[in-house]
């Protein structure tokens, strides 16, 4: 096992309570173990966006994920106790992908579920599914509390 003040936890942030729900519980494996929690999002451009015009402007969906992901780390930090650092990144591409990249070399992934039943889950694909079947490091799913 590596040295706790360079273990990492990485977990995807996305705004949905259950992505929420994760990343409390990111905080308090953080607090047990002495690692740091790196709180990801990611966001890419919907597969309707065209460049003669879509919902928003392209600059405005990084803005948007920087504004969820900030939102949930406030608010996780305000119940927070003990000093547990948190550090945010926001990353362009695929959700899925983004975690994985970004769960080189941590000690632990973890990601909410939405839980979508079998047949969306099949429909529309896995984050968390995929994060489990493809990571390097041990992956936690946190369903809603």
Same mark, same amino acid.
């Given at each position: 096992?590596?040295?706790?003040?360079?273990?990492?936890?990485?977990?995807?942030?996305?705004?949905?309570?259950?992505?929420?729900?994760?990343?409390?519980?990111?905080?308090?494996?953080?607090?047990?173990?002495?690692?740091?929690?790196?709180?990801?999002?990611?966001?890419?451009?919907?597969?309707?966006?065209?460049?003669?015009?879509?919902?928003?402007?392209? &600059?405005?969906?990084?803005?948007?994920?920087?504004?969820? !992901?900030? +939102? @949930?780390?406030?608010?996780? *930090?305000?119940?927070? $106790? =003990?000093?547990?650092?948190?550090?945010? &990144?926001?990353?362009?591409?695929?959700?899925?992908?983004? !975690?994985? +990249? @970004?769960?080189?070399?941590? *000690?632990?992934?973890? $990601? =909410?579920?939405?839980?979508?039943?079998?047949?969306?889950?099949?429909?529309?694909?896995?984050?968390?599914?995929?994060? @489990?079947?493809?990571?390097?490091?041990?992956?936690?799913?946190?369903?809603?509390?």
């Amino acid at each position: 096992m590596s040295d706790p003040a360079e273990s990492e936890i990485v977990v995807g942030v996305d705004g949905s309570s259950s992505s929420k729900a994760a990343l409390r519980w990111a905080v308090r494996q953080a607090g047990l173990t002495g690692a740091g929690v790196r709180a990801v999002a990611a966001w890419e451009f919907p597969a309707f966006y065209s460049w003669e015009g879509g919902p928003m402007p392209p &600059e405005e969906f990084e803005q948007t994920a920087r504004k969820s !992901l900030d +939102d @949930a780390v406030d608010e996780v *930090e305000h119940q927070t $106790v =003990g000093p547990v650092r948190i550090s945010r &990144e926001i990353m362009h591409g695929h959700s899925a992908q983004v !975690l994985l +990249d @970004a769960a080189e070399g941590a *000690e632990l992934l973890v $990601v =909410g579920s939405r839980g979508h039943g079998s047949f969306y889950g099949a429909l529309l694909g896995s984050v968390s599914q995929r994060c @489990a079947q493809h990571a390097r490091c041990p992956v936690v799913i946190v369903r809603e509390e």
